[in-house]
């Protein structure tokens, strides 16, 4: 089955400054890949998806590219605001197939 | 829409013990599976289903059962507890038509002293 592996496991950045989380996954016929947002003794929320047939989509402050040739996709969210605080967790999966989570991304927002 | 209700939110449980964990959507999605979480750490696996009928094992299936008698349906099952099974679960569906978008449930805290 795919494996997904995020970094960094924890992010401090200063309220303003941008934050990059990075993934990759190990199977070429992944071709969805989402972003999940959680925050203390919530449940994920989607907050940005990409496809394969797209290299890069942007919603407000929040971006996401994907590299299928290096099998790796990344979330950029720029002028951070404390309430950016939360985990992020990156997911991929396959058609027809689960859905498979990497590790999760503590983000914190220095105000 | 209610989305995806699980049901309870918090239970504690003795070794040894079983229960099932509800789970229910109301967007006719046909993929249904259940996910846990513990401290610190991802989200992995369990069970999941691609239609009633059907179900199958994730990455981490040991101890736990589920069935799937309806589309709307997906109960847990934890045959006998385990400390090892204390963890956050999460119920999610999602649907082709949606563009396999997973939604999830609010999450059910288990302990098992």
């Known amino acids: 089955g795919e494996n997904v592996e995020q970094h960094p496991s924890t992010l401090s950045v200063q309220e303003g400054d941008s934050a990059v989380i990075k993934c990759t996954y190990s199977?070429?016929?992944?071709?969805?890949f989402p972003w999940y947002k959680q925050e203390l003794g919530k449940r994920p929320q989607l907050i940005i998806d990409?496809?394969?047939?797209?290299g890069e989509k942007k919603d407000q402050r929040i971006a996401v590219t994907l590299n299928k040739t290096a099998k790796h996709f990344s979330l950029h969210i720029t002028e951070t605001q404390p309430e950016d605080s939360a985990v992020y967790f990156c997911?991929?999966?396959?058609?027809?197939?689960?859905?498979?989570f990497g590790a999760g991304t503590r983000l914190t927002v220095k105000p | 829409n209610a989305g995806v209700t699980q049901t309870p939110k918090f239970q504690v449980l003795k070794t040894g013990q079983s229960m099932t964990l509800q789970c229910a959507q109301d967007?006719?999605?046909?993929?249904m599976s259940w996910y846990r979480q513990d401290p610190g750490m991802g989200l992995r696996l369990i069970h999941y289903s691609v239609g009633a009928g059907i179900t199958d094992q994730g990455e981490v299936p040991n101890g736990y059962n589920v069935s799937r008698s309806t589309t709307e349906d997906f109960p847990l099952r934890l045959l006998s507890a385990a400390p090892s099974q204390t963890s956050v679960y999460f119920c999610a569906s999602s649907s082709k038509i949606s563009g396999n978008t997973i939604y999830f449930g609010e999450g059910s805290w288990l302990t098992v002293v």
């Open positions: 199977d070429s016929a992944s071709n969805y």
């Open positions: 997911a991929a999966s396959i058609p027809g197939d689960d859905m498979r």
């Open positions: 967007m006719n999605h046909e993929y």
């Open positions: 990409i496809r394969s047939n797209v």
